[in-house]
């Protein structure tokens, strides 16, 4: 509207809201789209409906009793959104929350109630002096989060004080879902005539005839900035009980798959647009920017519909600023007047279709705006061209007319301007009427067909939903319009009527290979009626390549129809495709073929080498002549092997299940084999080629060339490995090692070795003659094989050496035995030996035992030697007639301790003077004792004070070193001994005074007489009173 007079607001009661509601459920159903399958807007309309969101007792602007408003225009899910309250006097309030639908009728569901909230009065909101604009910058006072399961639409928040007093803010909830349609709420109109607060004193719009206070930049009383941050004027929900709430209530109850955003969305996410099969701009949607227009336009060149179901639309640029807080998108602004629009250029804020943007509204919608009726005198729609498929099954005849659906503001085709780029445009009315300044003018709805194949419908009237749903209105619900809309809906959906689309194949749901089947081909329109006219050219296609499969060549139809003949060959899902390429059209069906019956069996192995002892497992199948499985195949298989050995497994005789069965089977004998499986009938069987391999190396076999090798001689011997069933482990990895009870000099084994295809020649040479072992072992792998051979000496060999075998320890004065073999070459015995024998040793101390010279009994004797010197020793035989000597070392270790020996380091020690001494722990033969344990304790014959003896003390390694001091002159002794042991040892010593230290003089009489000798002795003494 662009006069300077109010708007009449259609306020209906309660009560005759009620009735309206009565009136619809009295209704015949209306039935659901074509198109309408199971959707979020079905489901959430199934929900049961709520009341209480119509306003018992409505505040308003001058008392302020209670207003709010929201932080964003729209929320996604899981989006947090605020609302800002005030309430005069201050008092507490509810928030209820609804959405707005259909839900059988009740209109609306609640989803959220909080409260009784703590309200405050917020400030007064004042007008910029400049713009006009009003922002409230009031202080939050509810916030939450959007649940996941609140379904996009448009939500209609009822505040309530203490008082009973009520008022809206409204909201959208996006998804960003891509459902078939996009509705667009017009916040943007809503906020543009929004002249809060309506107090006939400081409240500003766009608009004149609704701004009051001071002119601002304008030159008049209107602003040229509105912001989103202020309550609706009025019940505060920014007209939206006017015309979108029937639009969206009708689309709700038909079961359309719609998602809801507003314009600001569309500003700020225009491709958004891209991702439905149309837009819908509803309502009064007067206020675009520049980026809602080539989003528009954008998503129409894309092929997306336009449904443009009100009127005045796309009729002032506007541009957006972000709020005084840093909010984007929270201003509107309109200049209306370039020379006072600090911008210029392309978003200069001035109509559409003025030469400075020259983009008029009806190149985007095919109509645009003309002039208006006063509010509430609506005149009739007229239809004409009522041929035209928008209008099937209307019953619609030009002339026809629908009361009460046109006006307040109407859209015509005005011919000054340019027409939309259309393929097919059509004016579907011309209504008649006599505008607000009394002159005649008329109304247009009109529909085009991009080039891209788009269809954009405007209805050139802002009261089109009124016909659809007559919630709040003066209308009636008309039956012809609903469907003209299901009609423009469903060409969305599926395409236009009469207009080629696509290609429809039919064809049976099953078929069986190899015999041929009948289908069908038909050009339709979106609505699926055939289009006679199609000339094109047919090509059809097929999921089955296979040898055998019949198509028919390319085709043209007969009058849009034809049918045809196929064979497809390969049994199971498959698809059957008809293309015209040069129209870009195709369609495909899906069909079931069958196996014929089965004429022969193929039997697959999993593996054409499997391991001899491991059962594999393999498939067999009953085909038709073209490969498939023969479900239906009832025969019994019977399976047979070349390998009959001892451990093969084969299945017994069975029945397949669906025309296949998987079975296992073990074979044992490697090598080339075969696996039958025949049809005990005799009608048909399968073979399959198999080469068994090995199994893994469970045992070594050795063979020794002879069993009886000659002692010095080579001889060879071959090992194999083998698997469990004997045969020969091809792929055995494992090393070798070779070792035999043979450990003579001369003795050659082979060297640590691997197999080759498992198996390997070596040679052995062995010394010892008589019974011996051979062995060739795998550690690793735990695997051994022992040979058994008989080493013979073959002809007599002579004396080479003799060989003298003892301990290699032995004890002081304890017997033991040794032995001397008189031996050939090779080490064998020379049983024919006569020498004698003589032994000598190391030690010749007294009390060693040797043996007497002696003779050998078959070149071998036992004798018995006693040593008796501790430490390393050796023994000798020898024959000095035959040069042969051998000798033997040893280790001769003491015997137990028998006594104890004590060495002083001195034998005259000095009276007080430290001198060192050594005790030994000896066994008899004056070993020492390594391993002595026992205690020494030390005694003296001087028990002077003074005298300094060693503690009792333990040996090491059966010998240790002390001191002491010994104090009285003369002979003395020390003595060690071990009381448990009953061993002991004393030094005699002779201990010297030590140098003297002081002089002692004795007289013969203590009273001499004067002048007579006396005498008197003049003794030399040490420290201790040893004469010195």
Same mark, same amino acid.
């Given at each position: 509207m662009r006069i300077a007079r109010p708007r009449l607001r259609l306020q209906r009661s309660l009560a005759a809201a009620a009735m309206a509601l009565a009136m619809l459920a009295a209704l015949p159903p209306t039935a659901l789209p074509a198109t309408a399958d199971t959707n979020p807007i079905v489901t959430e309309n199934a929900q049961p409906g709520s009341g209480g969101w119509g306003l018992s007792k409505l505040a308003d602007d001058v008392n302020g009793q209670i207003k709010g408003y929201g932080s964003a225009s729209s929320v996604t899910q899981g989006g947090s959104i605020s609302l800002y309250v005030s309430v005069n006097p201050a008092q507490t309030y509810t928030v209820d929350v609804f959405r707005m639908g259909w839900y059988a009728g009740s209109g609306a569901r609640k989803r959220l109630h909080a409260g009784p909230i703590n309200g405050t009065t917020q400030a007064a909101c004042a007008p910029d002096a400049t713009t006009g604009m009003i922002d409230c910058g009031w202080a939050a006072g509810y916030a939450w989060t959007i649940p996941s399961d609140w379904t996009s639409g448009v939500y209609l928040t009822v505040l309530t004080n203490a008082a009973g007093y009520q008022n809206y803010v409204i909201f959208v909830v996006r998804d960003g879902r891509p459902a078939s349609f996009l509705y667009q709420w017009g916040v943007n109109t809503a906020e543009a005539y929004n002249d809060y607060p309506n107090d006939k004193l400081t409240g500003k719009s766009l608009y004149e005839f609704n701004s009051y206070g001071a002119n601002t930049i304008a030159g008049t009383r209107r602003a040229v900035k509105v912001s989103f941050d202020r309550p609706f004027t009025g019940d505060g929900s920014g007209d939206f009980f006017r015309w979108d709430v029937q639009l969206i209530r009708w689309l709700e109850k038909s079961g359309y798959d719609v998602t809801y955003s507003t314009d600001v969305d569309t500003h700020a996410n225009g491709s958004d647009l891209l991702n439905h099969k149309a837009f819908f701009s509803a309502g009064h949607d007067e206020y675009w920017s520049n980026e809602m227009y080539n989003a528009a336009q954008a998503a129409r060149d894309a092929g997306v519909g336009l449904a443009f179901f009100g009127a005045n639309d796309v009729y002032w640029q506007v541009r957006y600023e972000a709020s005084a807080a840093g909010v984007p998108n929270r201003v509107l602004v309109c200049y209306k007047n370039a020379s006072i629009d600090p911008v210029q250029g392309a978003t200069t804020t001035v109509l559409w279709r003025a030469a400075l943007l020259n983009r008029p509204e009806q190149r985007l919608m095919g109509i645009q705006y003309t002039s208006e009726v006063t509010s509430g005198n609506n005149v009739p729609y007229l239809v004409t061209n009522s041929s035209h498929w928008i209008y099937n099954g209307t019953g619609f005849h030009d002339g026809d007319a629908v009361p009460g659906i046109v006006g307040y503001e109407m859209d015509r085709y005005m011919s000054n301007y340019p027409a939309p780029t259309a393929t097919s445009w059509t004016l579907l009315s011309q209504s008649p009427f006599t505008n607000t300044s009394g002159v005649s003018d008329y109304a247009n709805s009109s529909i085009y067909q991009a080039p891209s194949g788009a269809v954009v419908f405007a209805t050139g009237t802002m009261s089109w939903s009124w016909a659809l749903d007559n919630y709040r209105t003066t209308a009636q619900i008309d039956a012809r319009i609903q469907q003209t809309t299901r009609n423009l809906l469903n060409a969305f959906l599926l395409g236009v009527p009469g207009v080629l689309h696509d290609l429809k194949l039919t064809a049976p749901t099953t078929a069986t290979a190899g015999q041929p089947f009948s289908v069908s081909v038909t050009a339709e329109d979106g609505q699926g009626n055939p289009v006679p006219s199609y000339s094109g050219t047919v090509h059809f296609s097929s999921s089955d390549t296979s040898t055998g499969a019949v198509l028919p060549p390319d085709s043209t139809l007969?009058?849009?129809?034809?049918?045809?003949?196929? *064979? /497809?060959?390969? &049994?199971?899902?498959? $698809?059957?495709?008809?293309?015209?390429? !040069?129209?870009?059209? +195709?369609? %495909?069906?899906?069909?079931?073929?069958?196996?014929?019956?089965?004429? *022969? /069996?193929?039997? &697959?192995?999993?593996? $054409?080498?499997?391991?001899?002892?491991? !059962?594999?497992?393999? +498939?067999? %199948?009953?085909?038709?002549?073209?490969?498939?499985t023969d479900p239906s195949y009832a025969g019994t298989v019977h399976f047979s092997s070349s390998d009959t050995s001892a451990g093969v497994v084969l299945p017994p005789d069975t029945t397949l299940t669906g025309g296949k069965g998987s079975f296992t089977a073990t074979l044992v004998k490697a090598g080339s084999q075969t696996l039958t499986a025949s049809d005990t009938a005799g009608t048909f069987s399968a073979t399959a080629n198999l080469t068994v391999s090995p199994g893994a190396a469970t045992t070594l076999l050795l063979a020794p060339s002879t069993m009886a090798p000659t002692s010095g001689t080579t001889f060879s011997v071959t090992v194999t490995a083998q698997d469990a069933f004997g045969n020969t482990a091809s792929a055995y990895a494992g090393t070798l090692h070779f070792s035999s009870s043979d450990s003579a000099a001369g003795v050659v084994?082979?060297?640590?070795?691997?197999?080759?295809?498992?198996?390997?020649?070596?040679?052995?040479?062995?010394?010892?003659?008589?019974?011996?072992?051979?062995?060739?072992?795998?550690?690793?792998?735990?695997?051994?094989?022992?040979?058994?051979?008989?080493?013979?000496?073959?002809?007599?060999?002579?004396?080479?050496?003799?060989?003298?075998?003892a301990s290699s320890s032995a004890t002081a004065g304890q017997m033991f035995p040794i032995t001397v073999t008189a031996e050939d070459a090779q080490g064998n015995p020379v049983t024919s030996y006569s020498g004698t024998v003589h032994f000598s040793s190391s030690d010749r101390s007294t009390g060693v035992v040797l043996p007497p010279d002696s003779t050998l009994t078959n070149g071998q004797g036992t004798f018995s030697a006693t040593l008796v010197k501790a430490g390393s020793q050796s023994l000798t035989a020898s024959d000095a007639a035959n040069n042969l000597a051998t000798t033997a070392s040893l280790s001769v270790n003491a015997a137990a301790a028998s006594r104890l020996v004590l060495a002083p380091a001195t034998a005259t020690p000095t009276a007080g003077s430290s001198f060192s001494l050594t005790v030994t722990a000896q066994d008899p033969y004056g070993n020492t004792d390594p391993t002595y344990g026992g205690t020494v304790h030390f005694s003296s014959s001087d028990t002077s004070a003074g005298v300094v003896l060693p503690p009792d003390s333990t040996l090491a390694g059966g010998e240790r070193s002390f001191t002491a001091i010994l104090i009285k002159a003369g002979s003395q002794t020390l003595t060690a001994s071990d009381a448990a042991n009953a061993i002991s040892a004393t030094a005699n010593l002779m201990v010297s005074a030590a140098p003297a230290s002081k002089l002692t003089l004795a007289t013969a009489t203590a009273t001499p007489t004067a002048g007579t000798s006396f005498s008197f002795t003049l003794t030399a003494l040490d420290p201790f009173g040893n004469l010195a």
């Open positions: 007969t009058n849009g129809q034809g049918s045809f003949s196929v *064979t /497809l060959t390969r &049994a199971g899902p498959q $698809t059957l495709t008809a293309t015209d390429a !040069a129209n870009k059209l +195709t369609t %495909t069906v899906n069909l079931g073929v069958s196996a014929q019956s089965a004429g *022969t /069996l193929v039997l &697959a192995p999993a593996s $054409t080498t499997p391991t001899a002892g491991t !059962a594999f497992p393999f +498939t067999v %199948t009953a085909q038709d002549a073209f490969g498939n084994l082979p060297p640590d070795s691997t197999l080759s295809n498992g198996q390997g020649s070596f040679s052995a040479t062995l010394i010892t003659s008589g019974p011996q072992t051979l062995t060739a072992s795998d550690a690793a792998n735990s695997l051994s094989a022992t040979a058994s051979l008989t080493v013979s000496t073959g002809a007599p060999s002579a004396v080479h050496d003799l060989k003298l075998t």
